[in-house]
């Protein structure tokens, strides 16, 4: 006697692969946190992580690349260890430093919206060098538009002191920009 089962789809392939990018880069960025540059003060480390924010923009769009990041602010606020230098959980995230990391949310929303022109991502290789560069200085600029006036906040720095006290930060992160555009286009990522 044998049986005969009809398979249903729930999803499409093109969702799972999205999804499952998502969850790469989530983890990604957790890993890019540990590779990080510790300096004294109350300074935030120089750190990787933006490349995270910068290739969920580029490669998912803003809704799957937000949902990336979210990911990722989700198991830190969790409490494991994925902020920069190991940092975790709520007391982590209202710190000075909470700012720039729903910042990088905001930021892969930026990118992905500048960059695809749409929610759903659309290949690179039909989007101009210019256009990923332009999308991913926008998402530099949105996170340090969210962290700045945090870190000000919470540190009870005026807010050009908070600026410039990023501002080389801003300036590193602009070379991050053009590094990660440079991987994605000279990798077989753009295609995708």
């Not at 969790?78 to 920069?84: D, M």
């Not at 759903?120 to 999308?135: D, F, K, M």
Request: glycine fraction near 14%.
């Amino acid at each position: 006697m044998s049986q005969q089962h009809e398979s249903v789809e729930l999803v499409g392939d093109e969702t799972v692969r999205h999804f499952t990018t998502a969850v790469l880069i989530a983890a990604l960025t957790a890993a890019l946190s540990y590779v990080s540059i510790p300096l004294p003060g109350a300074l935030p480390p120089f750190s990787l992580q933006h490349f995270g924010m910068f290739f969920a923009g580029l490669l998912l769009g803003p809704l799957w690349g937000g949902l990336a990041l979210s990911l990722y602010l989700l198991v830190g606020l969790a409490g494991v260890p994925v902020f920069s230098n190991g940092g975790a959980g709520l007391g982590y995230f209202l710190g000075p430093t909470g700012g720039f990391l729903l910042g990088f949310l905001v930021g892969a929303v930026v990118a992905g919206a500048i960059v695809h022109r749409r929610v759903e991502p659309r290949s690179l290789s039909s989007v101009s060098t210019a256009i990923q560069v332009a999308g991913l200085l926008a998402a530099v600029v949105a996170v340090y538009v969210v962290g700045v006036p945090w870190m000000a906040a919470v540190t009870g720095l005026s807010l050009g002191r908070a600026g410039a006290t990023m501002a080389p930060y801003f300036a590193v992160d602009v070379v991050k920009a053009g590094v990660a555009v440079a991987i994605v286009r000279g990798g077989s990522l753009a295609g995708r």
